[in-house]
Each structure stands twice: as structure tokens, then as C-alpha cells.
């Protein structure tokens, strides 16, 4: 009789505990509803408007891919928290103007470089990558690799690494935001959309590229097998006579050179400045664990997700709260942690 008294509270209380989580579903649902069934009406009113906004959203949701699966290498798979992961997309961008302006020799009194030829965009890109993930490396094996399983000395020294690498920033670029020249057309005409920025196509289809490459590198190589089982059980592969070492030093390598990427990119399609830093990182975040820790399909949703709502809230949200369209990023990392809480794709570890 006591057992079944114990039980029956034991439910109640079980339910009471979920009660919280199911009325904040219900009601972020509702939210989310609401949000949708606005655009949609608005949408109908101006599909011009809506297919630009959608293909601006999903650029956009290119460039915070290439930022996030660097991330998602470095902290999802090899569990390496790398707070200065946004440094590197900023340093990548400032790279890049600075050697792109050596070879462009541009006029002292204009504030923006002449139009680029193909050599004065491709060598500032390559320079600029290489320079990042050879420093991603650097302090990799300096200061993270005597560090590992240990997240919150990794934080505190590569957020110590972030703030330095800003301040140098700011001593030897400046505070004013500048634009990387490319050697395309600005905008091309596209059926229904109209007049779009070239550029932002080019990074849609590099996101592609990086993605689909990610994918069978992780999954299909003797690389990414040695990177996953390294992550499981360090001591194991090690055993096996893998050098574990030089494996998460090459995956830091490639996580750090697409930060780069995504650095030249962004500041090719919007600008470079020496704020990017801590936006992108805080994008990383929200797109690893929106998508789930070490996925890179989880990675490419989350930041389509998060693209849309950026493109959409700037438009559609009435003017008095455009303002606030950033609070609807954590009404979507709040929802889908209530939901799953690993993530769309993550797993328990």
C-alpha cells in the first residue's frame, strides 16, 4: 500500500515538475504562431519583398555557417572551448583589407578601395586563412593542449587571448568599419527577387561547398574517424598508436582558417570592424547548441534558423521593437531547450 502511495506522488510530483516546461512550450509555440502567420499575411501582400528578405535571411545564414562549423570542429567535436573563435573572424577580415590595400595602393584622401582584380582578392583570402589557422594552431599547442577537459581554464585564457587581439585591433586598424573591394558585379538581376548583391551568392554557394566538404571529412575519412574517436576516449586511440595530438592540431587548423573565411567574406559582403568579435562568437554559440554539440547538420539548421529570423524581425517587426529582433534569438534557443535539450541534432554524451 505504501509503495503505491509513493508512487502516485512520485507521478504527481513528476508532472508538477513538467507542468513549467510544457506551459513555456505552449507558449513559445504560441509566439512562434503568431510571428508566423504575420509575415505570412505580409508576405502575400509583397512576395517581391518576402523573396528578397528570404534570400537575404539564407546568405546570411551562409555566413553564420562558415563561422559556426568552424566552431562546432573545435568545441563540438574536440570539446575545446575556444572563446576567441570570433577574434579570429574579425582578424581574418582585418588581414585581408590590410594586404588587399598593399597590393591595391589606394588614393590617402578616399575611403574606399579601388575595384579589385581577381589576384588583389584571392591572395588577400589565401593570406588571411593561412594567417589565421597557423595562430589557431599556435595557441592551440601553447596554451589549450595542456589544458585539455578543462573548460573553464580553456575559457578564461582564450577570452584573455580574445581581449588582446581586440586591443591590437583597434591600436593598428582603427575604429572605423571597412569594406574588403571584390572583383565582381555589386548585384545581378534574379527572377521575382530582382536586383541582389552578387557577393552575397558567392557566400551562399561557398557555405555549400564548406558544408558538403565538412561532411564527408568527418564521416568518410580516416581523418575525421581518428577525430571522433579521439573525442570519446583520448587515451584509447593514443593506445592504438594514433598521435592524437597532431589530429586535434590539424582540426584546430581547419576550425580557425574557416573562421578566417568567414572573416574575409563578411567583410567583403558588409564590413570589417573591430566589433565582429564578440557577435560572432555569441552567433557560434547560439547555433552549436541550437543545432546540437558536434553537429554539423545541427550547425547548417541552426543557422538558417537564425539567418531568417535576423532578415525577418528587421523587416517585419513593427518599428517600435525592431529594436529588440535579437530577444527573438534566445525566444529560439529557449525553445528548442526546452524541447531538447541537446540540441536539435545533439546526443547525450
Do not use: C
Not at 171 to 190: D, T
Amino acid at each position: 500500500m505504501a509503495s503505491g502511495v509513493d508512487s502516485t506522488v512520485g507521478g504527481l510530483n513528476g508532472v508538477m515538475a513538467r507542468a513549467p516546461w510544457r506551459a513555456g512550450s505552449i507558449f513559445l509555440l504560441a509566439i512562434l504562431g503568431l510571428s508566423l502567420l504575420g509575415i505570412g499575411i505580409q508576405a502575400a501582400s509583397d512576395p517581391t519583398l518576402f523573396a528578397q528578405i528570404t534570400l537575404n535571411g539564407l546568405t546570411l545564414a551562409g555566413l553564420y555557417f562558415i563561422v559556426a562549423s568552424g566552431f562546432t570542429l573545435i568545441f563540438g567535436l574536440m570539446r575545446v572551448v575556444n572563446m576567441a573563435h570570433g577574434s579570429f573572424y574579425m582578424l581574418g577580415g582585418i588581414i585581408a583589407y590590410l594586404v588587399q590595400e598593399r597590393m591595391l595602393n589606394p588614393d590617402p584622401t578616399s575611403f574606399a578601395l579601388p575595384e579589385a582584380t581577381v589576384t588583389s582578392f584571392v591572395v588577400p583570402l589565401v593570406v588571411s586563412m593561412l594567417s589565421i589557422a597557423l595562430l589557431g594552431v599556435v595557441i592551440q599547442q601553447v596554451f589549450l593542449r595542456w589544458n585539455q577537459g578543462q573548460e573553464l581554464r580553456q575559457a578564461l585564457i582564450t577570452i584573455a587571448i580574445s581581449i588582446i587581439i581586440a586591443d591590437q585591433a583597434v591600436a593598428h586598424f582603427g575604429g572605423i568599419a571597412k569594406e574588403i573591394s571584390v572583383p565582381v558585379r555589386k548585384s545581378i538581376e534574379l527572377p521575382i527577387v530582382g536586383m541582389f548583391g552578387t557577393m552575397r551568392l558567392v557566400m551562399l554557394l561557398v557555405a555549400i561547398l564548406v558544408g558538403v566538404g565538412l561532411l564527408l571529412i568527418i564521416s568518410r575519412t580516416r581523418f575525421g574517424m581518428i577525430v571522433r574517436a579521439g573525442v570519446d576516449d583520448r587515451h584509447m586511440v593514443s593506445a592504438l598508436g594514433v598521435n592524437i595530438q597532431r589530429v586535434f592540431a590539424a582540426a584546430f587548423f581547419l576550425g580557425a582558417l574557416l573562421a578566417g573565411l568567414a572573416g574575409v567574406l563578411g567583410g567583403a559582403v558588409n564590413s570589417v570592424n573591430k566589433s565582429d568579435d564578440g557577435k560572432f562568437l555569441l552567433i557560434s554559440l547560439v547555433i552549436v547548441i541550437v543545432g546540437g554539440m558536434g553537429s554539423l547538420t545541427g550547425a547548417a539548421v541552426g543557422a538558417v534558423l537564425l539567418g531568417l529570423i535576423d532578415s525577418y524581425s528587421d523587416v517585419y517587426l513593427p518599428d517600435a521593437v525592431t529594436n529588440y529582433g535579437v530577444l527573438l534569438t534566445f525566444f529560439l534557443l529557449v525553445f528548442v531547450l526546452a524541447v531538447r535539450p541537446y540540441g536539435l541534432f545533439g546526443r547525450a554524451a
